[in-house]
């Protein structure tokens, strides 16, 4: 059974810094790839960023670019994401994500952590 633990989130003030960190346990295989997704209330869920280990390449939704970096490391099966000059349209709850194949589904989710940026 694969679980994702995902934490670092918190309150900060607008163009502050937070780190989340996230790890994946229980996985018998290796993912393809790790991401971030967001949800704030009334809201769908939204893609943040990803890293895929094949060359570890990154990806990030045009919301944060510029702004938040993934990284992480394959053999621990473990992602941060930094976010920077955060703003208050950044809270949300932030959720970690893994995925086994290539393609846009992910497979194992973490729980969630909260980050909440005030203004």
């Known amino acids: 059974q694969v679980q994702l633990l995902d934490s670092g989130g918190g309150l900060v003030q607008a163009g502050g810094s937070l780190r989340l960190s996230c790890a994946a346990s229980?996985?018998?295989?290796?993912?393809?790839?790790m991401g971030w997704f967001r949800q704030a209330p009334g809201k769908e869920r939204e893609f943040v960023a990803s890293i895929r280990w094949s060359g570890y390449s990154t990806y990030y939704g045009d919301s944060v670019k510029g702004r938040f970096t993934i990284s992480g490391d394959n053999a621990k099966n473990t992602v941060s994401l930094k976010m920077n000059s955060l703003k208050p349209e950044d809270t949300a709850v932030y959720y970690c994500?893994?995925?086994?194949?290539?393609?846009?589904?992910?497979?194992?989710w973490g729980q969630g952590t909260q980050v909440t940026v005030s203004s």
């Open positions: 994500a893994a995925a086994r194949r290539p393609g846009p589904e992910y497979d194992h």
């Open positions: 229980g996985s018998r295989y290796r993912m393809d790839r």
